[in-house]
Nanobody
Framework: EVHLVESGGGLVQAGGSLRLSCAVS????????VGWFRQAPGKEREGVSC????????YYADSVKGRFTIASDNAKNTVYLQMNLLQPEDTAVYYC????????????????????RGKGTLVTVPS
């Protein structure tokens, strides 16, 4: 059974950094794509960053490109999202997600969503 548990959210001033972590179980990164999505109040869900299985392809939304970095650690069964230069518009609940459907492109998963999702962690960047 697939489980995803996020941590690392919190309140950070504009220009600051946070690293989100997602402890996963029930699959390996060789077989599953993983990603991070976010949803702000009153806004649609956004695929922030998605990585296809084995890290073959990584996608970043234009809004975070150059500021956020996704990474996975096989030994720790953990996916990370390093977020730098945070801005008030980054305020949202961030969800870790995973999907076992085979596809090469990280963009594919961020566009259509993923089958499994954690409960989320709140990131707040006050204006």
């Amino acid at each position: 059974e697939v489980h995803l548990v996020e941590s690392g959210g919190g309140l950070v001033q504009a220009g600051g950094s946070l690293r989100l972590s997602c402890a996963v179980s029930g699959f390996t990164f060789d077989d599953y794509a993983v990603g991070w999505f976010r949803q702000a109040p009153g806004k649609e869900r956004e695929g922030v960053s998605c990585m296809s299985n084995r890290g073959r392809s990584t996608y970043y939304a234009d809004s975070v490109k150059g500021r956020f970095t996704i990474a996975s650690d096989n030994a720790k069964n953990t996916v990370y999202l390093q977020m730098n230069l945070l801005q008030p518009e980054d305020t949202a609940v961030y969800y870790c997600a995973a999907d076992g459907r085979p596809h090469y492109s990280g963009n594919y998963y961020c566009s259509i969503g993923m089958n499994y999702r954690g409960k989320g962690t709140l990131v707040t960047v006050p204006s």
